[in-house]
């Protein structure tokens, strides 16, 4: 009988030694256990299935922005026209109620980059971890802290930033390792350790330039703080320490702007520059440059623009009478709407009622919201009627810059910055899986237009 219990007493301890170091596996640990089986499974895949037409293309889509041409390997998320944005599967609302989270309840982007890279969700234990560790890499070298202190103010804040991530290149272990020849199975390594290393300074450059450019520097001796987690840090790096609601939103700012397919400018950017072998920190700056289009990530600052001419115009006369007749003003002027209609969302960006269900809970009074949610009653009806746009339904743009200027952060320039840290965490482990799989370069076929004339004559003969 002793002898049985304690057979059954060491087994227990056993397992509860398994689990605890199952529990204790870094991200790191993680992803070099599965990605062998995934990366034999994908060249099996290409193997077998390598010469299926997976589409066809159409002139207008070689004129047309390459819209809708099925060409590019993203393994972080998919963009569906009706359900929205899954990442890994899970659609947003999935996302907040499955992750573990910091807080009352917004999803943190440590553990969306978990799952972004391996697909699966890492323990709450696991994520305060990886949050410790973007903690600890948060320092930048002394030159990259002196270039952003001495880059003239009306420079975009956005410009600031790619300058600051070019810089720093100086600490590209990847690039260090390429040059000292090391193999390329081992390249995901050197890129997994940029990441951590960007992703972990990416607050402290944004801060930098945000106390720069609009508070004179006095922000500047704010420091991470290791036990925080990664909202946490950056709102109090800007000057929001102890404000709770904020932090709740830097965690759902983060992780909802993070990824979005990987087709968009500031993805494929960074994803094209890294496939010809450049570092992360090179090609994620070029998805920054990207991403300060007002066609992209810019739009939100247009947006918010538009939103405080609109309110000066109709002066708190948010009816749907006056609010129609604005938006017809401005459709008749020729300008578009802006933070309305997507590229492939045919629905109401989950990501906008992410950021309206966050205000109706924290301020559903404010009249910017108002405002906004005055427009998203009438816009959508307005636009069909005009007939121009094949999606008349509001995306993310439209409302992130509303919670912002709610709780004082009222810079609208800074605004892409924040969208940029956060785009990272989607692009960057990209990278990583790219160089894990062992992706070629990109280089795709172009034609002149004369020579698609000649194509399309020598197609219709046929």
């Not at 790191?28 to 099996?44: L, S, W």
């Not at 990987?262 to 994620?284: I, K, Q, W």
């Amino acid at each position: 009988m002793l002898r049985t219990q304690t057979f059954t007493a060491l087994k227990q301890a056993r397992n509860f030694s398994k689990n605890n170091l199952l529990q204790a596996k870094t991200l790191k640990d993680t992803f070099k256990d599965i990605y062998p089986a995934k990366a034999a499974a994908i060249k099996e895949f290409k193997k077998q299935y390598g010469d299926v037409v997976i589409d066809q293309v159409k002139l207008s889509q070689a004129y047309g922005g390459m819209r809708g041409i099925k060409s590019l390997v993203w393994e972080g998320s998919v963009l569906d026209p009706v359900e929205g944005i899954r990442f890994r599967g899970l659609t947003i609302p999935e996302v907040t109620e499955q992750l573990p989270k910091f807080g009352e309840g917004s999803p943190c982007p440590e553990a969306l980059l978990w799952l972004l890279l391996t697909g699966e969700k890492p323990t709450l234990e696991q994520t305060k971890d990886l949050s410790r560790e973007l903690a600890s890499r948060a320092e930048l070298p002394e030159h990259t802290a002196k270039l952003l202190d001495s880059l003239p103010k009306d420079l975009h804040p956005m410009a600031q930033f790619s300058i600051a991530v070019v810089s720093l290149e100086s600490e590209s272990k990847f690039a260090k390792a390429y040059a000292a020849g090391v193999n390329k199975s081992t390249y995901w390594d050197y890129a997994y350790e940029d990441t951590l290393d960007l992703l972990g300074k990416l607050p402290s450059i944004g801060a930098r330039i945000y106390s720069n450019v609009f508070h004179n520097g006095k922000l500047n001796d704010i420091k991470v703080d290791v036990n925080a987690d990664y909202g946490k840090n950056l709102a109090s790096l800007l000057g929001f320490k102890g404000n709770e609601e904020f932090n709740e939103l830097m965690r759902l700012y983060l992780t909802i702007h993070s990824d979005h397919e990987g087709g968009n400018v500031s993805a494929h950017t960074t994803h094209l520059v890294g496939s010809a072998l450049s570092s992360p920190y090179l090609s994620f700056a070029a998805g920054l440059n990207g991403l300060a289009g007002p066609l992209h990530g810019r739009a939100n600052q247009e947006v918010l623009e538009w939103l405080f001419k609109f309110r000066e115009a109709v002066k708190g006369d948010y009816s749907k009478e006056s609010i129609e007749k604005y938006l017809w003003d401005t459709l008749n002027s020729g300008r578009v709407v802006p933070g309305y209609g997507h590229a492939v969302l045919r629905k109401t960006d989950p990501r906008y009622m992410a950021q309206r269900e966050f205000a109706l809970k924290h301020f559903p009074d404010y009249d910017l919201f108002k405002l906004v949610s005055a427009i998203y009653n009438v816009a959508p009806e307005v636009l069909t009627k005009q007939g121009k746009t094949k999606n008349p339904w509001p995306n993310v743009d439209s409302h992130s810059g509303v919670l912002l200027q709610y709780y004082g952060l009222t810079e609208a320039s800074f605004y892409t910055v924040l969208f940029g840290i956060s785009r990272a965490f989607g692009v960057l482990p990209q990278l990583i899986l790219d160089r894990a799989y062992g992706m070629a370069i990109e280089r795709p076929k172009s034609f002149s237009t004369e020579k698609f004339k000649e194509l399309v004559s020598n197609l219709n003969k046929k």
